[in-house]
């Protein structure tokens, strides 16, 4: 029984007044799975956001303009930095391919900038990786790990969990060397519920075959929409020549474009309407 948030975009929108709604199967051609709505939605009280590019190489530069887009929105609906958690596993603003040097674009008029001064990342390069993400999600860190790589969320955090990279079948690539899988995300999710560490997630996944990496969650009061169902890819949106390469995906930036649109009203913005906007006219696979 699907139910969703009402108001906000979970983490995204940080001022959540998560009351639920359920709405008829014929709704939206985008459905979300949902584990369990919430009992209690009055206890929710902070936002945080876990954002996360797991490729490498730069032909991947996409996936990591899709995280820096995604910060850059959470930053503006009123997110700190403090409660933001981002993990890029490459440096692209640096690479020498890169004609625009210190500079990342997810548009090929090149008038937003998404990398700069004001960009804190938390995990760099090979920092990224399975065992430091479940590491984050669980709270089981090494003692010497700072405060600011660790998610401080308590039962009272709802929290945004987004993830772009490559993935296949239940799996999604770390640096192409590792593999989460969907019962790794599954299990920590539920370590997370029984150390009373969220009171709601939003799970956005953006991969190929995206859909089949939260098919074992078993956890409560998780909602988890991906790019794109078993056997379909997940596309990019467009190329820039200067750059010779794609700059963002298709799934992520309709979903940006929705925020952005948004923004004057979005106190009146429902999970239910981004659901909405997904179809494969536009993303070339099924959101759901």
Request: aromatic letters at 12%; proline letters at 3%.
């Amino acid at each position: 029984h699907l139910r969703t948030i009402v108001l906000l975009l979970c983490a995204l929108l940080f001022i959540i007044i998560p009351s639920y709604a359920s709405p008829s199967s014929s709704s939206s051609s985008s459905t979300p799975s949902s584990s369990h709505a919430p009992s209690n939605s009055t206890r929710h009280t902070n936002n945080w956001a876990v954002l996360v590019c797991t490729s490498r190489f730069w032909f991947n530069y996409r996936h990591i303009s899709n995280v820096l887009g995604f910060y850059r929105t959470v930053k503006k609906l009123g997110i700190p930095d403090s409660q933001i958690i981002v993990m890029l596993a490459d440096d692209m603003a640096c690479n020498p391919r890169n004609v625009y040097p210190g500079s990342i674009f997810n548009n090929e008029n090149h008038k937003l900038d998404l990398y700069g001064e004001h960009v804190e990342v938390d995990y760099r390069g090979y920092e990224v990786n399975v065992e430091n993400f479940i590491r984050l999600l669980t709270g089981r860190h090494d003692p010497s790990v700072t405060r600011s790589k660790r998610l401080l969320t308590d039962e009272r955090s709802n929290i945004l969990v987004y993830m772009t990279g490559h993935g296949g079948d239940e799996f999604l690539k770390f640096q192409d060397a590792e593999e989460l899988s969907s019962h790794d995300l599954a299990d920590a999710f539920a370590q997370m519920h029984s150390k009373k560490r969220y009171n709601e997630i939003l799970f956005m996944v953006d991969t190929c075959q995206a859909n089949t990496l939260y098919k074992q969650f078993y956890s409560p009061n998780i909602i988890a929409i991906g790019s794109s169902r078993l056997g379909e890819n997940s596309y990019s949106h467009h190329s820039d020549s200067d750059l010779g390469l794609s700059v963002i995906d298709r799934f992520t930036y309709h979903t940006l474009e929705f925020f952005e649109n948004k923004q004057r009203n979005i106190n009146n913005v429902s999970l239910l309407q981004l659901f909405k906007t997904y179809n494969y006219d536009k993303l070339g696979s099924h959101a759901e």
